[in-house]
């Protein structure tokens, strides 16, 4: 009997030490896998932000804050650099969230919203130029006290993004050069990504934009003149087609790109592109020397120099693109022949027209994929100017004009 009751009072002290410990322990406390949660409150603003770190898994709940939805702030430091991160949020069942990253000074940088309740949400490219950023999670809904939300840092090394955020406006675009290729993100939603061209070399050349989505996302650009106050904007308006502009010429304008594109939600890969610069070359592969329409070229004031005996290599791009040529007729007795070629779905159109704006020929013969040719004997002596166009479109196909003046 006496042993029984002591074994009786040793199971009963063990229950009430099990039970001591469970009423102390609050169960917010622990995510589901058993590690301690960082989100303490209070943390509903920049200067209550819990300083943690992004080699840190972070936790936390969507407490009830009433009519308020609950905004956690953290103080992110980032260990390793010179390396980006794929930030993500999990989605919280019946709570639609946001997710907000600040600078140092406090300046949002970008906010990120599916717009979904329980919808997760990812940053897909994020390089700190500072030691810290704020970020803040918020529901802008409703409310969830059982089951948390994880805000995850994953470091992409060699497959990080080289466009570094904020960078959509003129003021904050990025340097692009010559033969040079940078990665972007069309992130967040209705992103756009701005570069400045930054040309090295102190000679004009002839060269070309291209951006390639390197996933099924539909990109488009703006290109900006902004010395001649030119734009042109360049979209197929197809997914996973690169947008290119060909031959144009250094030394003509100060150059801007605006980039921005519509993602496929249901691509698990980055809504990533690439941006380049290409020079064409001077020469083919026989050493002879290549000549091209060198954009802008759109009104008389910008148009290219040909003279003698040229071929010149072009593109009637983007829809109501026009290209100009000057000419100078040296000799009263002379000849001068005109031929285009290589033309593919378009009806195109020749002017030619004296220094005094004066519209003296046009020619207009062969209709969609003809040719176009013009020999004028014994003109008068001076400068005359060509007009090439398209009556309707536009074509990424080249043409060849090639001009003989004697």
Known sequence: MRTANILYIFILTVSLLFLSNCARRDTTDDNLFGIALLDYEPNDTVSAALEVSAQSLIAGFMNDKG????????????PQHDVSYKIGLTGVPGVDTTLQVFGTNGRQLFITDEGGIGESEKVWDYYPTG???YICVKAKTSYNEKIPYYLTFTPKGDNSIEEIEPNN???TALSLSENER???L????????YYRLNFVSQHSFVFSINVEPLSNIDVFFTLYDKTNNIIKLINNNAAGITEQIKYLDSGKGSYYIRIGGSPDRTDKRDPAYSVSVSVHPDTDLRGNTLFYEQEFNDTPDMATDIWERVNITGMLFPDNDEDWYRFDVLKETNTVNISLSDIRGLDTVIEIYDNRDTLLYTVDNNGSDGHENISITNIPVGRYFMRLYAKKGSSMINYSLFCNIN
């Open 169 to 171: 406006s003129e003021e």
């Open 186 to 193: 069309i992130f967040p939603k209705n992103d756009v990504d």
């Open 131 to 133: 030691e810290f950023v």
């Open 182 to 184: 940078k990665k972007g």
């Open 67 to 78: 009519n308020v939805g609950d905004m956690d702030y953290y103080k992110v430091t980032f």
